[in-house]
């Protein structure tokens, strides 16, 4: 049910289903303090569920996998990255590719010219 629910958000973005999605994996152990300081945030957001829905949402590991298959049964290309997907992406960015992400972070990549941020699950 998840898996739908995501597809029909990057479907209602109109990507082309010649555009690859990237799928993050395990977070840097330059990181890990930020990750467990957010996993800390978790617990206590599942406390009162109801007000912190959003915010308590984890995706993970098998998750993403699952999506991963779903997706590629579907005809999308999907790169499992390692670690975080900037490297990845930056490294296969061009000067006229787009980037399409909340991640504010890629704006210190030189290979990175335009961003797209969606916001409230538009665009």
């Not at 990181?31 to 993970?60: D, G, V």
């Not at 579907?74 to 990255?81: A, L, N, Q, S």
């Not at 296969?92 to 290979?111: N, R, T």
Request: charged residues 30%; positive net charge.
């Amino acid at each position: 049910m998840a898996h739908e629910a995501l597809e029909r958000y990057i479907e209602a973005s109109e990507l082309s289903k010649s555009a690859i999605l990237y799928l993050n994996g395990a977070p840097p152990v330059e990181k890990a303090r930020t990750h467990k300081e957010r996993e800390k945030k978790r617990h206590q957001y599942h406390e009162n569920i109801t007000k912190n829905a959003n915010r308590a949402f984890h995706w993970s590991s098998w998750e993403r996998q699952a999506f991963a298959e779903h997706m590629r049964r579907r005809g999308w290309t999907i790169k499992e990255c390692p670690f975080e997907t900037d490297i990845a992406i930056t490294a296969a960015c061009k000067c006229d590719d787009i980037v399409v992400s909340s991640d504010s972070d890629y704006l210190a990549y030189q290979s990175v010219r335009t961003i797209i941020r969606p916001f409230r699950e538009s665009f």
